[in-house]
C-alpha cells in the first residue's frame, strides 16, 4: 500500500500513487485513521459505493466522496494533484509560487494561486495549547519592499510597512504573526511566554520592563554585539527564520499584499516546526488538517 512506501522526491510519489484511485485510497486510510464516520452528521456507519469513490451514511442517508468537508471539496483538480501540490509545498523550504505550480501541475496560474491559499488555510495555526517555556527568543521583524524596487509610480512614498512578531522556544515551537503595531508585543509575550523563563530580546526599550517576570538577557545590534560574550545571550536562532521567510516572500513570490502575509507566514512556521519529519511524515500530518473550506469568495474579500 502507498502508506507504507517513503517518497523522497516528486517522482517516488507518483510511483507510488499511480493513479487517482490510488490517491483517494490513501487519503482516506489517513482521514479515517481512527473509523470512518459521515462528514455531515458524524454517524460512523458508512456504506462503500462499488466504484470505491462513493460513499453513503446509514443515519442521514447522504452521499459523499472523502473530499466533502475538506479543503479539497467543490474543486475538479484530481486529488493526486493535489498530493503532488502538498508534497511540494511542504518539502520546498521556500515553497513554490503559483506560477511555477501551475506550469509543474498542468493547470491555471489562477487555479495554483487559489490552490496554495487553501493549503495554507489548513497550515494555520489553530491556537496555542501552552506557554512556551525554557530559553526563548523574541523578535519582530518588517514588510513592505524596498524603494527601489517598486514601481516607479510608487517610488517616494512613505508607505507603512507591515510587522511580524515571532517567539521561539529553543529546541521547541515557534510562533509567528503579523501585528497591528510594534506596542502589543508586550502582551503576546505574556501571552505566549511562561513567567520564570529565559527570554532574549534586542535592546527594544520597551523590552526591560520584563526584567522582573523573566531571567532577561538582550544584546545590542546597534553596537553591532549578536551574541553577549562568553554566554548564550543571542536572538539568532528567531532571526534565521526571519531570513528564511524572507527569502520565501522576496525571492519565490517576489510580492505578497498585507492582507495575505498572515498565510504565508503560517505556511512558513509550519515548515519550520516539522522540519526534522520526513517528506512522507510531514505529508501525513498534513493531511490531517485539511478539514474545512476556504471559499474564494472569502479569500479575495477586502479585508
Known amino acids: 500500500m502507498a502508506k507504507r512506501k517513503e517518497f523522497g522526491s516528486l517522482y517516488d510519489l507518483f510511483a507510488a500513487i499511480p493513479d487517482e484511485q490510488a490517491a483517494i485510497d490513501w487519503f482516506r486510510e489517513i482521514r479515517w485513521a481512527n473509523g470512518e464516520y459521515c462528514p455531515y452528521c458524524g454517524h460512523d456507519e458508512i456504506y462503500t459505493f462499488t466504484d470505491r469513490r462513493t460513499f453513503k451514511c446509514a443515519d442521514c442517508r447522504q452521499r459523499f466522496s472523502i ?52 493549503l495554507r488555510h489548513a497550515a494555520r495555526t489553530r491556537s496555542f495549547n501552552r506557554q512556551l517555556r525554557g530559553t526563548v527568543e523574541v523578535d519582530e521583524t518588517f514588510f513592505g519592499g524596498k524603494d527601489k524596487n517598486k514601481p ?24 509567528a504573526k ?9 502582551d503576546e509575550i505574556r501571552k505566549n511566554v511562561a513567567p520564570g523563563m529565559r527570554l532574549m530580546t534586542d535592546e527594544w526599550p520597551a523590552f526591560q520592563y520584563f526584567s522582573g517576570r ?11 554585539e549578536y551574541v553577549r560574550k ?31 502575509l498572515h498565510r504565508y507566514v503560517d505556511e512558513s512556521v509550519w515548515r519550520y516546526n516539522r522540519r526534522e519529519l520526513g517528506e512522507v511524515g510531514r505529508m501525513r500530518e498534513f493531511l490531517t488538517r485539511v478539514d474545512g473550506r476556504l471559499t474564494y469568495p472569502a479569500l479575495i474579500a477586502k479585508a
Open 230 to 260: 562568553g554566554t548564550d545571550v543571542h536572538i539568532n536562532t528567531i532571526e534565521g527564520f526571519w531570513s528564511q521567510l524572507k527569502r520565501q516572500v522576496y525571492g519565490i513570490h517576489h510580492w505578497v499584499s498585507a492582507k495575505h
Open 67 to 118: 473530499r466533502v468537508g475538506t479543503i479539497f471539496e467543490y474543486s475538479k483538480i484530481p486529488l493526486r494533484k493535489w498530493l503532488a501540490a502538498i508534497w511540494v509545498i511542504t518539502s520546498h523550504k521556500k515553497g513554490i509560487a503559483s506560477t511555477q505550480l501551475a506550469r509543474d501541475l498542468g493547470i491555471t496560474q489562477k487555479s495554483a494561486w487559489f490552490m496554495l491559499h487553501r
Open 152 to 175: 516607479v509610480h510608487r517610488r517616494g512614498r512613505k508607505e507603512k510597512k507591515t510587522a511580524v512578531f515571532g517567539v521561539l522556544e529553543r529546541q521547541g515551537e515557534l510562533r
Open 214 to 224: 523573566y531571567e532577561h538577557g538582550s544584546v545590542k545590534h546597534s553596537d553591532n
Open 178 to 186: 503579523p501585528i497591528k503595531s510594534v506596542s502589543v508585543m508586550t
